[in-house]
């Protein structure tokens, strides 16, 4: 497994929305802003079960990050990678985290998000990075 260099490491680490880029299944790359965490080497993201991220991200599906620092564009982090897992049972328990990290929100299922309580599978995915590119 490919490592973050520590000088970029921030850019996963702060609450800074970073781009997710997941494959179609006929090959055409898909772009979604989103909320994202480091752990143990590994790129966390989470969804919701059936959102196009979601069905693009399978195990072993390839994926790529770009992170930019918001105080300089010219400083990023691009990280190419493989989901390494897919994991329901901890889907709400890392929606909630990211939910903290973000909005300094304890329970993602609160305030405009409240009506989706019990409506949605979060999904849990652990992105192993093989590439790493970095700038600034």
Same mark, same amino acid.
Not at 88 to 109: C, F, H, P, Q, T
Not at 111 to 121: R, S
């Given at each position: ?83 390494? @897992? &897919? #994991? !329901? ?10 939910? /903290?990290?973000? +909005? @300094? &929100? #304890? !329970? ?10 019990? /409506?949605?599978? +979060? ?14």
């Amino acid at each position: 497994m490919t490592s973050i260099p520590e000088s970029h490491k921030d850019l996963l680490v702060k609450p800074i929305v970073i781009s997710l880029v997941t494959l179609m299944p006929d090959g055409q790359p898909q772009a979604t802003p989103i909320w994202a965490d480091l752990d143990n080497g590994h790129i966390v993201v989470n969804s919701a079960r059936g959102r196009q991220k979601d069905r693009n991200m399978t195990p072993h599906a390839k994926v790529t990050i770009l992170a930019m620092d918001p105080s300089n564009p010219y400083r990023w982090l691009e990280v190419r990678g493989e989901v390494d @897992d &897919v #994991d !329901e049972a901890s889907g709400l328990e890392w929606i909630n985290r990211l939910s /903290k990290k973000y +909005r @300094d &929100v #304890d !329970e993602y299922y609160s305030g405009a998000n409240a009506a989706m309580k019990g /409506k949605e599978q +979060r999904v849990t995915y652990r992105i192993k990075p093989t590439h790493v590119n970095v700038a600034g």
